[in-house]
T-cell receptor, first 114, second 111 residues
Framework: GAVVSQHPSRVICKSGTSVKIECRSLDFQATTMFWYRQFPKQSLMLMATSNEGSKATYEQGVEKDKFLINHASLTLSTLTVTSAHPEDSSFYIC??????????FGPGTRLTVT | TQLLEQSPQFLSIQEGENLTVYCNSSSVFSSLQWYRQEPGEGPVLLVTVVTGGEVKKLKRLTFQFGDARKDSSLHITAAQPGDTGLYLCAGGETSGSRLTFGEGTQLTVNP
């Protein structure tokens, strides 16, 4: 199957700083990538849809100025959590569309804001 | 907004037992995907079904897409401890590429 990587896998940062998470499709090109957030023992919550070469589409309630998304190439999307606070601590997962309906997920990034 | 109800939310069974997980909706989906996720990792795609009434088998796992493409089921035969994990169903929206996820089923298979 298609492979999606995420970096870093874990990050700890201080409150007020910014953190960038990378999502790469390793063996296919993805015009569309998605960013999700997952709380413990819960399902995935879609944050935004990232489209190569255009602005991301954010879900209702997700602050676009806080969660900056850049999809500069067909294999890379980045999520930057700006001015992070402890409540931003979570498991962030990206996915990439390999076909018209299949999404493949990255391994996730555990963010801890102290 | 399309919703997908997944049940049961938690399931704890003994090794060798059979089980079925259900996903139901009042909406029609263009496709239905099943994922399995282990703690601290991303979901892994198990199967995609796209045709109403379609049945797919993956070793001891049987996936079915409802005739009307509004529901799906996952049946595991002779469950093993290695099957333990969070199972997620996700429906492909007819109007775009987004996935609507069910709430997930946390399966624990005890040896």
């Amino acid at each position: 199957g298609a492979v999606v990587s995420q970096h870093p896998s874990r990050v700890i940062c201080k409150s007020g700083t910014s953190v960038k998470i990378e999502c790469r499709s390793l063996d296919f090109q993805a015009t569309t990538m998605f960013w999700y957030r997952q709380f413990p023992k819960q399902s995935l919550m879609l944050m935004a849809t990232s489209n190569e070469g255009s602005k991301a589409t954010y879900e209702q309630g997700v602050e676009k100025d806080k969660f900056l998304i850049n999809h500069a190439s067909l294999t890379l999307s980045t999520l930057t959590v700006t001015s992070a606070h402890p409540e931003d601590s979570s498991f962030y997962i990206c996915s990439a569309m390999e076909s018209s309906y299949e999404q493949y997920f990255g391994p996730g990034t555990r963010l801890t804001v102290t | 907004t399309q919703l997908l109800e997944q049940s049961p939310q938690f399931l704890s069974i003994q090794e060798g037992e059979n089980l079925t997980v259900y996903c139901n909706s009042s909406s029609v989906f263009s496709s239905l995907q099943w994922y399995r996720q282990e703690p601290g990792e991303g979901p892994v795609l198990l199967v995609t079904v796209v045709t109403g009434g379609e049945v797919k088998k993956l070793k001891r796992l049987t996936f079915q897409f409802g005739d009307a493409r509004k529901d799906s089921s996952l049946h595991i035969t002779a469950a093993q401890p290695g099957d333990t994990g969070l199972y997620l169903c996700a429906g492909g929206e007819t109007s775009g590429s987004r996935l609507t996820f069910g709430e997930g089923t946390q399966l624990t298979v005890n040896p």
